[in-house]
């Protein structure tokens, strides 16, 4: 397969020695910020949606992080092969899948839920693609909290919703994979330019019939920047940026942070309350991520 013109970074896997313990931090920073953006992104997605319905939100997330990107990057079409653009095309569905999946989930069944089911993706994602017994520890220990933050079973959700939201668990798993490949790929956040304007696409026909002309009143198009901003552009271009330093299986495990940055994010603009499980459950997750982290730098030292 024919790499991109412009500079890569190189690939960093599970086999593979990583940077220096020392900089890791820069990658588990970048992972957490982008975490708590997409997710207090997304509790305002959940106000937005009485106006625009789920896939309206969904649009006008994707078609205006799109712009936003699009003049910021400037990227260029030109110099790429076939098996690039293979990325973009994938890359961009994953983006697109998982948010028109997670948004009709959170439409049906309370935020914290919709995410800690969605986690599950990225969870069984680092299960399959790590080598180390370590990471499965910790990605056990993560799936434990994930399920005591879901009370200890999900029956008493819409199925229909709790359908979405492992669906989109799916999807989530897809995008981490083509996110670190268009890193490597493409310069810069040039990649996740061209992958958002392609998910744009590919919602906008299922966001005019769902939500009309109610998607130009002037109101509704700024909420709907603010949920791009915080939610694709930001969160995604960090992401993409952690993913070209951090191995897969350690972001995927990062990612079990979502469900209490939710919990969090549901509490402080929805007022959904907390309980004391709901803080045990997020004291698991977050010991899990850590673990995972400070494995994954030992493990770094000892290859140096």
Do not use: H
Not at 16 to 21: K, S
Not at 162 to 178: D, K, P, Q, R
Not at 261 to 276: C, K, P, R, T, V
């Amino acid at each position: 397969m024919a790499p991109a013109a412009a500079p890569t970074a190189p690939a960093v896997g599970p086999g593979t020695a990583g940077p220096p313990a020392g900089r890791r931090l820069g990658p588990v920073a970048l992972v957490v910020a982008g975490g708590l953006s997409v997710q207090f992104g997304s509790a305002v997605a959940v106000l937005l949606m009485p106006r625009a319905g789920a896939l309206g939100v969904v649009t006008l997330r994707l078609v205006l992080a799109a712009a936003v990107l699009l003049v910021v990057c400037r990227p260029k079409v030109r110099g790429y092969g076939r098996a690039d653009w293979g990325t973009i095309v994938a890359f961009g569905t994953a983006m697109a899948g998982m948010n028109i999946l997670f948004y009709q989930a959170a439409d049906r069944i309370p935020l914290g839920a919709a995410v800690t089911l969605e986690v599950l993706g990225p969870l069984i994602l680092s299960v399959v693609a790590s080598r180390r017994l370590m990471n499965l520890l910790w990605a056990g220990l993560a799936l434990g909290g994930v399920v005591l933050l879901g009370g200890g079973g999900f029956d008493r959700l819409d199925p229909l919703g709790a359908a979405f939201a492992l669906a989109a668990g799916a999807m989530w798993a897809a995008y981490i994979v083509f996110s670190a490949r268009t890193g490597r790929r493409f310069p810069q956040a040039d990649g996740l330019a061209l992958a958002m304007a392609f998910g744009a696409v590919l919602s906008l026909p299922l966001g005019i019939a769902e939500a009309g002309d109610k998607l130009l009143v002037p109101s509704t198009i700024g909420l709907g920047l603010a949920v791009a901003l915080m939610s694709s552009v930001l969160p995604y271009t960090l992401e993409l940026l952690a993913l070209r330093r951090l191995p897969a299986p350690t972001f995927a495990i990062l990612m079990s942070l979502e469900p209490a940055i939710a919990a969090a994010a549901g509490f402080l603009i929805l007022s959904q309350a907390l309980s004391a499980t709901d803080a045990l459950a997020i004291a698991l997750v977050i010991g899990a991520s850590m673990g995972a982290v400070r494995t994954q730098a030992r493990a770094a030292r000892r290859a140096e």
